[in-house]
C-alpha cells in the first residue's frame, strides 16, 4: 500500500514521492495541470525502443518547483545558498 507524500505543490504543479510503509521512496513525481505544451514519442534506433515525454513548463513555475525541491533535499550549500538557520534554509523557523 503507498500513498502520496506532497513536496511541494502551486497553482500548476504538485511535486510528491509514493511512500510505501516498507521502503524509502526512490522516485518523485510532477504532476503538471494545464501544461502549455506537452509531447509523448516512442521511436525505435537499432531495434531499441526509445520513450521520451517532453513537457513546456514556463519558467516561473520551474523556478519554484526548482527553489521547493532544494529546500526539501537541503541542497542550499550545492547551489552557493544558506546552510544553517539563514533565511530561506529549510531549517529556519521564520519561512
Same mark, same amino acid.
Given at each position: 500500500?503507498?500513498t502520496k507524500a506532497s513536496i511541494a505543490a502551486g497553482e500548476?504543479?504538485?511535486?510528491?514521492? +509514493?511512500?510505501?510503509?516498507?521502503?524509502?521512496?526512490?522516485?518523485?513525481?510532477?504532476?503538471? +495541470?494545464?501544461?502549455? %505544451?506537452?509531447?509523448?514519442?516512442?521511436?525505435?534506433?537499432?531495434?531499441?525502443?526509445?520513450? %521520451?515525454?517532453?513537457?513546456?513548463?514556463?519558467?516561473?513555475?520551474?523556478?519554484?518547483?526548482?527553489?521547493?525541491?532544494?529546500?526539501?533535499?537541503?541542497?542550499?550549500?550545492?547551489?552557493?545558498?544558506?546552510?544553517?538557520?539563514?533565511?530561506?534554509?529549510?531549517?529556519?523557523?521564520?519561512?
Open positions: 500500500m503507498s500548476r504543479f504538485h511535486l510528491y514521492n +509514493e511512500e510505501l510503509l516498507s521502503a524509502e521512496p526512490r522516485s518523485v513525481f510532477l504532476a503538471l +495541470e494545464k501544461p502549455a %505544451s506537452y509531447e509523448v514519442s516512442k521511436e525505435t534506433f537499432k531495434d531499441q525502443i526509445i520513450d %521520451s515525454l517532453t513537457v513546456e513548463i514556463p519558467s516561473e513555475v520551474l523556478d519554484e518547483i526548482a527553489i521547493k525541491w532544494i529546500k526539501h533535499r537541503k541542497l542550499q550549500g550545492a547551489v552557493g545558498g544558506p546552510v544553517g538557520l539563514e533565511w530561506g534554509s529549510p531549517d529556519c523557523p521564520d519561512d
